[in-house]
Structures are given as C-alpha cells and as structure tokens.
C-alpha cells in the first residue's frame, strides 16, 4: 500500500509563477551544498565511520526508494571497489509485508532518506536494528523519524528542498556517501575537493544543454546507459526525465543493454551514454561502438574525445578527477536537461502531475 503526503508550500520562498523556478534555483545551491559538506559536514562523518569501521561489520545492506536508491547502487560501488566488503540492497517488503526477520548481527544497514519519513524506510530499519544490524540513516532531516530509530545518523545540510524533483539532496547524498565510505578505509576525501568548483563551472552551461534539450521535445522515448560508477548516474537522470517531462526513459547497465534490449535501438531512438573517465568508461567503450553501429542517435556525456566521436554531446571536466567522485558532476547537466526539456514540453519540472515530496509506502 501506498499513499502521498502533500509536501506545504514554503511560505518563505520566492514564487514568481515561472515554471521551474525552483528547481533552478536548488540546483544553483549545489555548489554550496558540497563546500558545506566539506567543511563542516566532514568531521561529523568521519566520527560516525570511525565509530562504525570500529565494529568490523561483515555486510552492508542498502535501503532507499526513488532518488535516494540511485544513491545507495552508488555507494554500493563505493564499498564493494573501494573498500571489498559485500553489499546488497533490501528489499523492504521482506520485513514491512511479509514479517521475515534475518538474523543481521554485524551487518552495516545504512537507510538513505532525503526526508527520512517514509513509514516503510523507518519499520525496515526498525526491524533491522531489533535483528542485531548496526543502522545508519543519511537524510536531509535530522529530526525525522527515520533518524530516531537509527543508531547513526548522517545529515546531507542541503537546506529545505521545495520542488517535487530531487536535485541538490541527492547531490549531497552522493559527496555524504563518498566521504563516509572514504573515512570507513582511513581516507581524508581529498579527490572531492575540486567538486564544488568544477559544480559551479557546469551549471554555468545551460545555454549548451538548452540545445542538447532541443533535440529531445518530441521524444518518444529514451535510453540512458553507463557503467561501472556512471550506472547509478543513467539511473537518476532517467528517473529525473520521466517525472519531470513524462518521457519514458530506460536506463540499463551497458552489459544488460547488449543482453536484448539493443534490439529496440534504431537511428531515431535518442540513447544517452554517461562515459566515466576511468575503469567503468573503458567496460562501455564496446556498446558505444555497437550503439554507433546500429545508427542511433547517440548523445555522450563524458570526455571531450567520447564526445567528439558522437551525434552530440556534453564534456565534463573530468581531467585529473578520480572516477569514484566523478557521478557528482556527472548528474549535473542530466538535470539541466530533464528541466529544459519539460519547459520545452510545456510542462512545469517544479511539480510535475501524480507526485508529493513525501511518498509513504508501507
């Protein structure tokens, strides 16, 4: 079962009437938002993953819906790559429906919530908790119910998040999640430092991303694709277009895209290639070649020499930046996009139609 809870108005915000004014405005605090997390969100992680690497546990558990879910696949790449320890994620309902209670003694069950109110999220960490697990929330809210029953708590110090999509709590969950994983193994998340200006250099390019936004108004669909870290990143930004401009976008691992759904590609179906600098750009270099070979309509985000070798495209400054941080920028034009295709659909990407900021499934 699921319901909506109404997500009040800001009577504080500006509102001019202006379709996507406010996601534009969130998604201009992003840089800041990282700063914040740098600065003084980093030594309050840092303990907690001291405290937690302290207690040596075996397996980690995921748990998160929507955006949030996209961000916990990203940290499952984190700690199985960086630091060789198992992860998996929960399927709630296993505990919220049908009452099974495993046996977590050890196991790390990190719940990521931008609100931290959705009823099933805080009953499956409940659970988890009551089963032996240590549970560790990472929402925007530290006052949420989700924090109350978690034995840790990380806070994404993203400000209040006002339009229905997403944007700056997610980008805070990716740097929180990094700079946890990196504190887990003893590092100091120096890679991440050059995030927020590379940020602000990104969202400073939207008349670029208005013409990639062109070539997508009367889209039917879309296929979004990655690899290695860049999946998490195709996963959110098809999630971003769907809910914003109701365009049915799929996102695949690029081996799960060669394993039949390549069929569907054809040179009028627009496919979109996040191209990590590193280990996880060199897996998709094959399906690119393939995707070229079929005729698609192939649109790369990534490297200025992956770029160059597509129908379009949008290159990120991804020189001397690790591959693990590199989903943090790698989002920012996807969301640009999503907005300016919704505008150029007549839509408003602030609130689009059938969604509330708070989902409470149960």
Request: net charge neutral.
């Amino acid at each position: 079962m699921s319901a909506t809870t109404p997500y009040p108005p800001d009577p504080r915000a500006p509102h001019s009437g202006l379709p996507g004014r406010i996601m534009a405005r969130e998604m201009a605090e992003q840089p800041a938002v990282l700063r914040r997390l740098l600065s003084a969100g980093a030594p309050a992680i840092r303990e907690v993953a001291q405290e937690i690497a302290a207690r040596a546990p075996r397996f980690v558990l995921l748990t998160a819906r929507g955006t949030s879910d996209n961000a916990a696949v990203y940290a499952k790449y984190l700690l199985e790559i960086r630091l060789g320890l198992p992860c998996g994620l929960t399927s709630m309902s296993t505990t919220t429906a049908y009452g099974a209670r495993p046996d977590l003694t050890d196991v790390l069950v990190i719940t990521v919530s931008q609100s931290g109110g959705s009823p099933d999220l805080v009953a499956s960490t409940r659970a988890a908790r009551a089963a032996g697990a240590i549970t560790l929330a990472v929402t925007n809210n530290p006052d949420s119910p989700l924090a109350g029953v978690s034995e840790y708590h990380l806070d994404l110090m993203a400000g209040p998040e006002w339009a229905l999509p997403a944007t700056k709590t997610c980008t805070a969950s990716l740097l929180t999640l990094y700079l946890f994983v990196e504190s887990l193994r003893g590092g100091d998340g120096t890679p991440a430092k050059v995030l927020p200006d590379l940020a602000g250099q990104l969202l400073a390019c939207q008349d670029e991303v208005r013409a990639l936004a062109a070539r997508y108004r009367f889209a039917e669909r879309m296929v979004i694709t990655s690899r290695g870290y860049g999946y998490p990143t195709a996963r959110e930004a098809a999630l971003k277009l769907m809910e914003t401009s109701y365009i049915p976008a799929l996102a695949y691992s690029g081996a799960d895209l060669l394993h039949g759904p390549l069929a569907m590609v054809d040179n009028v179906s627009p496919v979109i290639a996040v191209v990590t600098d590193g280990k996880g750009g060199e897996a998709l270099q094959p399906v690119l070649d393939r995707l070229r070979g079929r005729g698609a309509d192939l649109v790369v985000i990534g490297p200025r020499r992956q770029v160059e070798q597509a129908s379009a495209g949008f290159v990120l400054p991804t020189e001397n930046v690790a591959e693990e941080v590199q989903p943090v920028l790698e989002i920012l034009p996807l969301r640009l996009l999503a907005r300016e295709v919704t505008l150029a659909r007549g839509q408003d990407p602030d609130a689009p139609r059938a969604l509330a900021k708070v989902t409470e499934t149960r």
